[in-house]
């Protein structure tokens, strides 16, 4: 299991306000992810949540996603080998997108605790101008889990 860099995941989650930088550490054995989040009480809502919700599970689903294909860029991953990391920066903001989010609940995760993420890659391919993602997930031990696909754009 592989440590990713600390900078590296800081760099990645620029993108998002301090608040929600959720992604605490990652690591990598292709082609899983896992990571350690913690997710701040109530953070949209007027009234807190006391639990993780769609809307926060799917934030957290987005930084490990982008953490994990920074790390292949930067490590220079056979699916992204002609993929510059300066590129993948500008692109994470307007260039890519989920295109598939599909979640089940089977156990309610807390606020305020860190709890243990993992992403699964089951399928990179290339479409065009553009890398098609897909991947399992689970947080948890199976709290929450589900199939997540990122498209992105790769004309550069």
């Known amino acids: 299991m592989e440590n990713i860099d600390s900078n590296l995941i800081k760099k990645v989650l620029e993108l998002y306000k301090p608040k929600y930088r959720w992604l605490k550490t990652a690591s990598e054995q292709y082609p899983i992810f896992n990571a350690i989040f913690k997710v701040q009480q109530g953070t949209y809502s007027i009234l807190p949540f006391e639990h993780l919700t769609n809307t926060e599970t799917e934030l957290c689903l987005n930084q490990l996603a982008y953490v994990s294909i920074a790390h292949m860029v930067q490590s220079s991953h056979e ?3 002609e993929y510059p990391l300066k ?5 994470q903001k307007e260039g890519a997108w989920v295109f598939e989010s599909n979640k089940r609940f089977n156990k ?11 992403l699964i890659f089951k399928n990179i391919k290339r479409m065009k101008n553009l890398l098609i993602i897909k991947t399992d997930f689970e947080f948890e031990n199976k709290s929450y889990f589900g199939t997540f696909g990122l498209a992105s754009k790769i004309n550069y």
């Not at 590129?87 to 692109?91: R, T, W």
């Not at 309610?108 to 993992?118: A, L, P, R, V």
Request: charged share 40%; net charge positive.
């Open 79 to 81: 699916k992204f080998k």
């Open 87 to 91: 590129k993948f920066y500008e692109l």
């Open 108 to 118: 309610i995760i807390d606020n305020g605790k860190k709890f243990h993420g993992k």
